[in-house]
C-alpha cells in the first residue's frame, strides 16, 4: 500500500470517526463537562485499539471495508456485551435489599422505631447498597424528614423493587400505623422471588452473550485461516464489486449482533417513585 493510499485511508477513518462523534452529540442530551471528561478518558484507549487495528487490517488485506468493519468491531464490542455487568450488579443489589428488608423487619419485632431500626441495620448491610444506607443515616442524623430522607434514598438506589419497600417505610413513616412488619415480610419474599426469576433469566441471557462471542470468534478465525492458507479464495475482494459485496455481508453481522444485543438486553420496568427534579438535575 503506497503513502497515498494510507493517507487516504487515515482521512476515511478520521472522517468516519468525525461523523460518529456529531451523531451522539447531536442525539445525546448535554452532560456535566466533568463527567463528559471521565467518559472521555474511558473511550480514549478503545478509539485507539480500534484505529490501530482498522490501520493494520487496511495493511494487510487492503480493504477499506474491512478495516471500518473491524474498528467499529472493537468500539461496539463493550457495548455488545455490557448486560452481562449490569445484570450482575442488579442481581447483587436486589439480594442486599433482600436481606436488609428482612433485618429491618427483624430489627421492628423488637419494638423498635423506624427512626432507630434504619442505622442499626445500615451498619450490617450488603456493600451493594451500604453507600446509599450510609447517606440515609447522615440525612436522618442532620434532622432531615423521615419521608423527604427515604425519598431520596429511593433516588439514590434507583432500583424499581426497592422503591416498593421505600413506598411502604414512607407510608408508615408518615401514617405511623401498625402492620410494618408483615408488608416488610411480604416484600422481602418478593424481591426473593424476583431474585430467582431474574437468575434464571440471566443464565439463558448469559448462554445467548457466550453465543454470540463464538460466532465472532469462528467467524474470525476463518477469515485468518483462509487468508494464510488460501489467499486465492478471497481474491475477489480485492476489486470493487467484492468491497460492495464485503459490505453487505458486514452489514447483515451488524443487524445480527444487534438483534442479539437486543434479545440480551434486560429491560427495566418502570419506577414507582418518580426521580425529582433536583435528582434529574
Request: hydrophobic residues 55%.
Amino acid at each position: 500500500m503506497d503513502v497515498t493510499t494510507l493517507a487516504a485511508l487515515v482521512c476515511f477513518v478520521g472522517l468516519g470517526a468525525a461523523l460518529w462523534l456529531l451523531a451522539v452529540a447531536v442525539v445525546r442530551p448535554p452532560q456535566p463537562p466533568i463527567k463528559t471528561a471521565l467518559r472521555a478518558l474511558r473511550v480514549l484507549p478503545r478509539a485507539q485499539a480500534a484505529l490501530g487495528l482498522g490501520l493494520l487490517v487496511a495493511v494487510l488485506t487492503r480493504w477499506p471495508v474491512a478495516a471500518v468493519a473491524a474498528a467499529g468491531l472493537v468500539c461496539s464490542w463493550p457495548w455488545l456485551f455490557a448486560g452481562a455487568g449490569a445484570m450482575k450488579a442488579r442481581l447483587e443489589r436486589l439480594e442486599a435489599l433482600a436481606t436488609w428488608t428482612e433485618s429491618l423487619k427483624d430489627t421492628i419485632a423488637g419494638a423498635i422505631g423506624l427512626d432507630e431500626a434504619i442505622p442499626a441495620t445500615a451498619t450490617g448491610a450488603s456493600p451493594a447498597i451500604r453507600p446509599a444506607l450510609d447517606r440515609l443515616v447522615e440525612r436522618l442524623r442532620a434532622r432531615e424528614p423521615l419521608h423527604t430522607a427515604l425519598r431520596r434514598l429511593a433516588e439514590d438506589l434507583d432500583d424499581p423493587s426497592a422503591d416498593l419497600v421505600v413506598a411502604a417505610l414512607i407510608l408508615n413513616a408518615r401514617l405511623r400505623g401498625p402492620g410494618l412488619q408483615a408488608t416488610l415480610q411480604a416484600l422481602a419474599a418478593s424481591t426473593r422471588d424476583e431474585l430467582d426469576l431474574r437468575r434464571k433469566v440471566d443464565a439463558g441471557r448469559r448462554a445467548l452473550r457466550t453465543g454470540v462471542k463464538v460466532i465472532v470468534g469462528v467467524t474470525l478465525g476463518f477469515v485468518v485461516a483462509l487468508a494464510a492458507l488460501d489467499s486465492a479464495y478471497l481474491k475477489p475482494y480485492d476489486t470493487l464489486a467484492g468491497q460492495v459485496v464485503l459490505a453487505l455481508v458486514a452489514a447483515i453481522f451488524a443487524a445480527a449482533f444487534l438483534w442479539l444485543r437486543t434479545l440480551a438486553r434486560d429491560p427495566s420496568a418502570g419506577r414507582l417513585l418518580a426521580p425529582t427534579a433536583e435528582a434529574r438535575r
